[in-house]
């Protein structure tokens, strides 16, 4: 078991930039793969990135990508998303989730969830 707490989220003029934090605590931190998704309002919950257990493979969505970036402290239990450059559309709810178990980008796989940090990007 993982309990993952989200922090970082807020409002942001569009162009500015927010850097999220997502502790775990629980299990051993560096054995599970961690990704970032985000629900909008009215909208399916979807990906933004992923990294591996080393922190050595990323992968980001098309919306995102060159403009997020994910990065881990595994001597920290913490997986961070830089997000920069942020649009109105980046506006959601940003979950992080981990798994025990390789990187991917489907949400079903993922079994351990944070709460969710608000992120508004106003035009």
């Known amino acids: 078991q993982v309990q993952l707490v989200e922090s970082g989220g807020g409002l942001v003029q569009a162009g500015g930039s927010l850097r999220l934090s997502c502790a775990a605590s629980g299990r051993t931190f560096s054995s599970y793969a961690m990704a970032w998704f985000r629900q909008a309002p009215g909208k399916e919950r979807e990906f933004v990135a992923t990294i591996s257990v080393s922190g050595g493979r990323t992968y980001y969505a098309d919306s995102v990508k060159g403009r997020f970036t994910i990065s881990r402290d595994n001597a920290k239990s913490t997986v961070y998303l830089q997000m920069n450059s942020l649009k109105p559309e980046d506006t959601a709810v940003y979950y992080c989730?981990?798994?025990?178990?390789?990187?991917?980008?489907?949400?079903?796989?993922?079994?351990?969830w944070g709460q969710g940090t608000q992120v508004t990007a106003s035009s």
């Open positions: 989730a981990a798994r025990d178990g390789a990187w991917t980008m489907l949400q079903r796989l993922y079994p351990y």
